[in-house]
């Protein structure tokens, strides 16, 4: 059952567009989301998150939306670097005041050309 | 910073040995680390909650004495693969959550994996 959805397993954006990466959940216990970056053979690097307070997060390039009646959020990035080209992982959480599990996403390849 | 150090990056062994990886944060405390288990093209699934001087919490599915878990100090826990087979060829990454972080954020910093391939 998988709880974290990214059903595009691949995109492909122009240098300088702005790239969307979309992420579904099921679970509405989830209130807190996460995006990582990571590049073959290492370990995710730490994007970008949101509580699902907001609806809104934005930290330079990197935005991240959630829509909570629609159990949806997305990443976008703007301007696209070749840099960016990476798997891009959402995941998501329950905040209780002890470690939370994070539950993740199958990632999306995300491929930004010149 | 949040520096999470993973040990060794890969690692070849026989079938029938057992192989340790550590997993420390260098810049700060983690009472809870987490260890990761990632197939090829798929998603990073969690094998255990590791808790820093008590009993790992295992996920469903995941054989606690095969995958022992070690979590000594704030800084280090440690996954000893036991009796390895060819199927337990697998990429394996560490993550640490930072203690005491306001708002009960649950940022976890990953290590860079481990390549393990058992022959």
């Known amino acids: 059952d998988q709880q974290v959805k990214q059903n595009s397993p691949s995109l492909s954006v122009q240098e300088g567009r702005i790239s969307i990466l979309n992420c579904d959940y099921t679970?509405?216990?989830?209130?807190?989301f996460l995006w990582y970056k990571k590049y073959p053979a290492e370990g995710p690097t730490f994007l970008i998150s949101?509580?699902?307070?907001?609806d809104k997060n934005e930290d330079g390039r990197f935005t991240v939306f959630l829509n909570k009646s629609a159990k949806h959020l997305s990443l976008h990035i703007v301007p696209s670097q070749p840099g960016d080209s990476a798997v891009y992982f959402c995941?998501?959480?329950?905040?209780?005041?002890?470690?939370?599990?994070?539950?993740f996403g199958t990632g999306t390849r995300l491929q930004v050309t010149l | 910073g949040a520096v999470v150090s993973q040990h060794p990056s890969r690692v070849i062994c026989k079938s029938g040995t057992s192989v340790k990886i550590e997993c420390r944060s260098l810049?700060?405390?983690?009472?809870?680390m987490f260890w990761y288990r990632q197939f090829p093209k798929q998603s990073l699934m969690l094998m255990a909650t590791s808790n820093e001087g008590s009993k790992a919490t295992y996920e469903q599915g995941v054989e606690k004495d095969k995958f022992l878990i070690n979590h000594a100090s704030l800084t280090l826990s440690t996954l000893t693969v036991t009796s390895a087979h060819p199927e337990d060829s697998s990429f394996y990454i560490c993550s640490a959550r930072k203690t005491g972080l306001a708002g009960g954020l649950n940022i976890q910093y990953f290590g860079a994996g481990t390549r393990l391939s058992v022959l």
């Open positions: 679970n509405s216990m989830f209130d807190y």
């Open positions: 995941a998501a959480s329950v905040i209780s005041g002890t470690a939370s599990k994070l539950t």
């Open positions: 810049d700060f405390q983690a009472t809870t």
């Open positions: 949101i509580s699902s307070i907001k």
